[in-house]
DNA sequence: AGTATGATGGACT
DNA sequence: GTCCATCATACTA
């Protein structure tokens, strides 16, 4: 029930914050400051300077990527497809620019909520809104959880946006596999940085 | 179940 | 002007 502390988003091997990412919950309070919690089950490290599919890839420091650059511990929200918002947590030291996505989460407090926000945001009123479809894809989560640009370079430390411990899930439980989306990152597109909770209906894709 | 496509706008060259 | 770390819908089967 207490905030990860800023060590726990310096350590130096990202690939190993994205697995133990998941199974945390992340909150943001809502504007009556009521919890909004979801349980991360998918994530997706990326590597920074080295990785053709990073943003800051290369070390490329533009105005978008500057939050990248800051302590781990610093949420980097970026706008993509002229529509979705997308929540990563910077991790590494500053001037390291790695991050992870958070890519679904598994709804646990303050559904309806999330089920609220994802209706008004919808264009028909048909739309089919069962719990599995609340939070499971990264622009998804960000609509119910009501995190926009605004969120960009907030500390995770603050009282905005956090992340708690949850749920342990131990590395049987945990699989791997391509990231979505980075067909343009050659032999980056392949590599096996997309991490996700076994069997759990909650994941954009299994 | 898979595959294709439109929506919609900011970042970047 | 082109490219997106997406989503919902509309096909084909």
Redesign the pocket.
């Known amino acids: 029930m207490s905030k990860l502390p800023r060590e726990f988003y310096i350590c130096e091997d990202t690939l190993q914050i994205a697995r133990d990412l998941l199974g945390k919950l992340m909150i943001v309070p809502d504007e009556r400051g009521a919890r909004v919690a979801g349980m991360i089950v998918e994530t ?1 490290a ?1 590597l920074g300077a080295e990785d053709k ?4 890839f290369g070390n ?1 420091r ?4 500057e939050t ?1 650059f800051a302590s781990g511990g610093t949420v ?1 929200i ?7 918002f ?1 929540f ?1 947590v910077v991790v590494g030291a500053v001037d390291t620019p790695h ?3 958070i ?2 989460v598994e709804p646990i407090e303050n559904i309806e909520m999330m089920r609220a926000r ?1 209706r008004a945001k ?3 009123a ?3 809104m069962p719990d599995q ?1 609340l939070t ?8 119910a959880f009501g995190i926009d ?1 605004s969120f960009n370079n907030e500390s995770l430390l603050g009282g905005r946006v956090w992340i708690e411990d949850g749920k342990v899930f131990s590395a049987d439980k945990i699989k791997c596999g391509k ?7 050659e032999e980056f597109a392949e590599k096996p940085w997309r991490f996700w909770i076994k069997n759990n209906e909650f994941v ?1 894709r299994g």
């Open positions: 997706e990326y599919a990073a943003h800051s490329r533009t105005k978008r990527t990248m980097y970026f706008f993509i497809y002229g529509m979705y997308q990563n991050a992870i996505l890519r679904a994802r919808s264009k028909n048909a739309l089919k479809n499971s894809g990264p622009g998804k989560l960000c609509i640009k990231r979505v989306g980075i067909a343009y990152a954009s």
